[in-house]
């Protein structure tokens, strides 16, 4: 089937320290990948998306690389601030499947 | 723009009753989906609607459904309301879906309807 898998978290890290959280996916045939990051009380906001091998997303500082040799999409950033604390989500969809499919997320925690 | 507006914020029921969450897409938005969130299963696709139909169906039994209505507006509702059915529940829109199925499209998540089931 298709899934998601992310590191464990919590993750803490003081803040402008370098930041990786590993995504490996397993699909199907070619998904798009999405980080969503969720802060405190809200919604998920859509962090950065990819759409085909290759691509590179990024937004605010953060990277991620779509590697379809090694089913990845590991989220990166190189200097964290405190305002980066939420939790983290990678997720795949499918052509025609209308859905997302969600890793279990990623808490992270910068200490000032 | 207004954002997705979800309502109930919270609410509390008990084992056997039924309970209807509302969402209002962002004006434009004709793709409505529901999402389950839990400490235990994360984040779990329900159901997706475009333009008053269902377009995919999440592994849930038949106690959780869903609608929309012609302005876009989606409900879900749960009956025979079990422990396990306390979560958060997010509705996201979107004008199109994940447009043509290749995955484009930004989903706009709601704040979400925390659900306590005692």
């Known amino acids: 089937g298709n899934s998601v898998t992310q590191m464990e978290g919590p993750v803490t890290l003081s803040e402008e320290a370098f930041l990786t959280i590993n995504c490996t996916y397993t699909?199907?045939?070619?998904?798009?990948l999405f980080w969503y990051v969720q802060y405190p009380g809200e919604g998920l906001q859509l962090l950065l998306k990819?759409?085909?091998?290759?691509d590179k997303g990024s937004n605010k500082g953060f990277e991620a690389t779509y590697r379809k040799e090694t089913t990845s999409f590991h989220l990166e950033k190189g200097s964290v601030q405190v305002s980066d604390s939420a939790v983290y989500f990678c997720a795949l969809s499918l052509q025609g499947a209308q859905k997302l499919v969600f890793g279990q997320g990623t808490r992270l925690t910068i200490n000032p | 723009k207004a954002g997705v507006t979800q309502t109930p914020r919270y609410l509390i029921k008990t084992r056997g009753q039924q309970v209807t969450l509302s969402c209002s897409p962002i004006s434009g938005h004709r793709s409505v989906s529901w999402y389950q969130q839990t400490p235990g299963q994360g984040l779990q696709f329900l159901f997706e609607y475009f333009s008053e139909t269902q377009r995919n169906k999440g592994n849930f039994p038949g106690r959780f459904s869903g609608r929309q209505f012609s302005n876009s507006r989606s409900e879900m509702n749960v009956s025979t309301l079990e422990l396990g059915d306390s979560a958060l529940y997010l509705c996201?829109?979107?004008?199109?879906?994940?447009?043509?199925?290749?995955?484009?499209?930004?989903?706009?998540f709601g704040e979400g309807s925390r659900l306590t089931v005692l």
């Open positions: 990819a759409t085909k091998a290759d």
């Open positions: 996201a829109s979107s004008l199109l879906g994940l447009a043509g199925g290749l995955g484009t499209g930004e989903l706009f």
């Open positions: 699909a199907t045939g070619y998904p798009s």
